[in-house]
């Protein structure tokens, strides 16, 4: 019994969370319930949603694993670059975004531009989110396998089925409530590892001892052009690609008020930052464990073939079975409010930007329905994906990227800008995909190299394109002015 405790506690942790988007389920009777919770969420909630979409897998295993090999310079991107967005969505954006009143990202491009822009950004972005929603998915995979010895699939499908039942029930409202639960679970299991992990190797002079030369370096070394412009291009593709983000957005649509959205939003990065530094600390602290031979050769093997498993193979040597439990249950935290996030942003995009304007008539009853059969087919096709595919971190890189090159400025300038029109717009998207599209093709991989050109030329390329474009078309313009933005 006492072996079985730890998956014991996160059976029922993950049965807690289909409970919670039950009780969700009794809020969202209407589409103004299921897409943006009733505009009503406070600022607790918010936060507690914000940071755990953001904080996932990625963060928790892949950074610390990152960090094991490169100190901080491997992990720029998340948490910092994320943790940015953030706060310049909250300082910039926020406001505006909750004055439209839309109910969806998709919304924005339709009523700034036109149905076709809306229908191509829609058509972008749902990808993106499959292939993130599977690899939140598969990390649970990962995670029960490594700790509790259970088979891969099995994992990936129960931990699927979860998540597509508490967000088919509660809808966003499910989501910010799971999440906002979560994130104490995942700052408690942090904290837990962290503080016997110190203890464990003999406290911070221990591991000062033993922190390799360069580990704490913000900024490259090197000073040569191309070191620097490759660190921009950390920063910018996932600070600025994450700004137009749906799940982004979403947060934002379902705030109370504008002041709540705009300080929610700015504290979750600021609180990114802080607790992203974790990961770091754990890496270090797997590197103390390993110079001083406090763990098995078997132990330095794993990490050699998949420093991603540092954190769960750590959380085993160091935890007895409640504490592990616990420690698991944060991780299974991390993974589902991802997935949940992702997962409910696509669902939205498919439903209410996608179907919803191709249906002459739809009753706010059926687009109800459709949002949640969206859920039940998203989750459908990120099993797919996640069963077919044996590279998704290079999908991942390159969904994002393709974020970053077609959607980053017509996003900016539908809210900012009016000197741009749809035949601007859609030509700048266009190109911007077309030049990564070339590059995976001539080089017949998923993600081209240099991954710096191919991270920022298609943006700067969409830029020119769509101002060019728009000048040139002027006098056809189709765009809403951005004055009457707002009536």
């Not at 405790?5 to 299921?34: C, H, N, W, Y």
Request: no cysteine; charged share 15%.
């Amino acid at each position: 019994m006492e072996s079985n405790l730890p998956l014991i506690i996160v059976i029922l942790f993950m049965l807690g969370m289909i409970v919670v988007g039950a009780l969700a389920s009794r809020r969202t009777k209407d589409s103004e319930g299921q897409l943006v919770g009733n505009r009503n969420s406070g600022f607790i909630l918010i936060v507690g949603t914000l940071f755990a979409t953001f904080w996932g897998a990625g963060t928790v295993l892949g950074a610390s694993g990152s960090a094991f090999h490169d100190g901080v310079m491997g992990v720029i991107e998340d948490p910092f670059a994320a943790g940015l967005a953030l706060i310049l969505v909250g300082v910039f954006f926020v406001k505006t975004l909750r004055r439209l009143k839309l109910n969806s990202i998709g919304e924005l491009y339709k009523k700034r531009f036109s149905k076709n822009v809306s229908y191509a950004a829609s058509a972008f972005m749902v990808p993106t989110y499959l292939i993130w929603t599977a690899v939140q998915l598969l990390a649970m995979g990962k995670i029960a396998n490594v700790l509790f010895d259970v088979n891969f699939t099995l994992a990936f499908l129960v931990a699927t089925g979860i998540v597509v039942t508490y967000t088919f029930l509660g809808g966003i409202l499910a989501v910010v409530w799971t999440d906002t639960i979560q994130m104490i679970i995942i700052l408690a299991g942090l904290a837990m590892l962290i503080v016997v992990g110190v203890r464990f190797v003999g406290g911070f002079s221990v591991i000062s001892e033993h922190t390799p030369d360069s580990y704490w370096s913000f900024v490259p070394n090197e000073t040569n052009q191309v070191s620097w412009l490759a660190y921009i291009a950390m920063w910018v593709g996932m600070a600025l690609g994450n700004i137009p983000s749906p799940d982004i957005a979403q947060r934002a649509f379902v705030a109370k008020d504008e002041k709540t959205a705009q300080r929610g939003m700015i504290t979750a990065g600021l609180m990114y930052w802080t607790v992203g530094f974790i990961p770091i600390v754990l890496a270090l602290i797997g590197i103390t464990m390993m110079e001083t031979g406090a763990i098995s050769e078997a132990f330095v093997n794993d990490i050699a073939q998949d420093s991603e498993l540092l954190v769960p193979l750590m959380a085993q040597k160091l935890f007895g079975p409640v504490a592990l439990g616990i420690f698991a249950g944060s991780l299974t935290a991390a993974v589902l409010s991802s997935a949940s996030t992702s997962l409910f942003a696509t669902a939205v995009i498919v439903s209410n930007d996608i179907y919803k304007p191709l249906s002459k008539k739809i009753t706010d009853r059926k687009l109800v329905l459709a949002t949640r059969l969206s859920v039940v087919l998203v989750g459908v096709l990120a099993v797919l994906i996640g069963l077919i595919s044996d590279n998704l971190y290079d999908l991942t890189v390159f969904a994002f990227t393709l974020l970053f090159g077609i959607l980053f400025f017509p996003f900016i300038f539908a809210l900012k800008s009016k000197r741009v029109n749809s035949y601007g717009v859609m030509a700048g998207m266009s190109v911007g995909f077309l030049v990564n599209l070339i590059g995976a093709i001539a080089q017949r991989t998923v993600v081209p190299e240099p991954w710096e050109f191919f991270t920022l030329v298609p943006a700067l390329t969409n830029l020119v394109v769509l101002l060019l474009v728009s000048h040139l078309t002027r006098h056809k313009d189709q765009a809403t002015p951005l004055e009457r933005l707002y009536d």
